[in-house]
């Protein structure tokens, strides 16, 4: 049910379907009793939806197109500001919330671009956590297997693809949110360098490490995306793989890697090679630092305590505790620690900016695990933790770094497994340009079917 976007762009331009038609089938698959729609969005706009389908098709028959993205169905994660809508980033405790008068800046692009918003996809509570569970509003199941987790925190946003409810999932990826459930289920998520895309009309969880990216069935998809909420040209020039040099990270990210990820790595990293790359070793002992600095919550919890504390002392009880418990990590900072990791952070990117030189682009897994069970999480508070850190400790590397980040599907045996290329800060097109050319080399892993 997986949804490419050059193949719907090509029957849209060839007539051989519509925007409206296209919208209907994401809109019956969300509403299918035996399907994840209901835990995979939160709230639904059918009515909208089909009347700016409607509007699409008009203006492709009148030939003033107004983007590659013109007509196609878009979810949108519940924190960021959709009209009329309550932005309540999975939570209760927002629930009650006025609803947004205007669109998140992100979201305002898309429509301008004439995408066609569906609705608000699920996520975990305030993005706080990178399983994608949530007590409030359902855990969507895995489509490669729905006793499996997601991922998170984009959740909503990955099924929602994955299940051919939406071609395109708005998320946001503050330490994988993006590019775990996309490497979970298959698909590919991006993160974009920090700050790159306004954040205006996006409820945060850390400012500091903050991106808006998005998932999709393959590279087009996330770089149409990405030049979109960018404002940037939507050209990839294309780059040869044949002498390009990638940093294969040797320490931090190799730790407790599973052997199915690990073997579907090896094959691919095979394969580049294969196709001509340098796989150059590498190591970057800065990272090691990052379990030392997230020891009371990091740089995230001290940032998402300033701005939930005074939600906490009324309506804690509301919360989902394994969220709240993180954010309340943060209290046992002393004064100047906040200030102390920021400074710590910069040193670490001058060191890894510094080790990186001459690099097209740095491998690592996505994660170093596949999807696990839902109902072993559910039932074990410590395996949650443990699993959460490990899911999040690859990805996150990104984060810290201040970098761009791709995560595609590599073929497996069995679960889906992700390759992870972190490209250089500000060098986001440069790196879709690559992973395009890996993709290709690759073979596209996530098999279309709509």
């Known amino acids: 049910m997986i949804l490419r976007i050059a193949t719907i762009a090509d029957a849209l331009a060839r007539g051989e379907t519509t925007s409206e038609a296209l919208v209907r089938q994401c809109l019956s698959r969300i509403h299918d009793p035996k399907g994840e729609g209901a835990r995979a969005f939160t709230r639904t706009l059918d009515e909208q939806a089909l009347a700016e389908a409607q509007a699409s098709d008009a203006r492709r028959v009148a030939g003033r197109t107004m983007s590659p993205i013109d007509g196609i169905p878009v979810s949108i994660k519940c924190l960021f500001d959709v009209a009329g809508m309550v932005t309540h980033s999975g939570s209760r405790v927002l629930a009650d919330a006025v609803p947004a008068t205007q669109d998140a800046a992100a979201v305002a692009r898309l429509r301008a671009a004439g995408a066609v918003v569906l609705g608000h996809t699920n996520m975990t509570e305030f993005a706080y956590s990178g399983l994608g569970m949530n007590p409030h509003y359902g855990t969507p199941g895995n489509p490669a297997n729905r006793s499996r987790v997601p991922g998170g925190s984009s959740s909503g946003a990955a099924v929602s693809v994955g299940d051919g409810m939406a071609v395109i999932g708005l998320g946001t990826d503050t330490g994988g949110s993006c590019r775990i459930p996309a490497a ?243 060098a986001d097109r440069r790196l879709l340009a690559i992973g395009a050319a890996v993709e290709a080399a690759l073979g596209h892993v996530t098999k279309e079917n709509a």
């Open 184 to 426: 979970f289920c298959g698909l590919t998520g991006f993160k974009p360098t920090a700050r790159r895309v306004p954040m205006a009309g996006t409820y945060p969880l850390s400012e500091t490490l903050d991106s808006i990216g998005s998932i999709a069935a393959d590279v087009a998809g996330v770089a149409l995306v990405d030049a979109v909420i960018s404002g940037e040209d939507a050209t990839l020039v294309p780059v040869p793989l044949k002498g390009l040099r990638f940093g294969l990270l040797q320490n931090y990210v190799t730790a407790d890697v599973e052997s199915a990820v690990q073997k579907a790595f090896d094959a691919a990293v095979a394969r580049l090679h294969a196709a001509g790359v340098e796989i150059v070793p590498l190591t970057l002992p800065a990272i090691e630092q990052i379990p030392a600095m997230n020891a009371q919550g990091g740089i995230t919890a001290a940032e998402a305590l300033a701005l939930h504390r005074d939600l906490l002392a009324v309506r804690e009880a509301e919360y989902d505790p394994r969220v709240s418990v993180r954010i309340r990590k943060a209290e046992a900072m002393v004064p100047g620690a906040y200030e102390a990791l920021l400074a710590q952070r910069l040193r670490m990117i001058a060191q890894c900016d510094a080790a990186t030189l001459g690099l097209d682009a740095v491998l690592m897994p996505t994660t170093p695990i596949v999807a696990p069970a839902t109902a072993a999480l559910d039932a074990d508070e410590a395996l949650y933790g443990k699993v959460n850190l490990l899911a999040l400790r690859n990805p996150t590397v990104a984060n810290f770094l201040d970098r761009c980040a791709l995560s595609l599907p590599v073929a497996a045996e069995a679960l889906p497994v992700g390759l992870m290329l972190m490209g250089e800060t500000g």
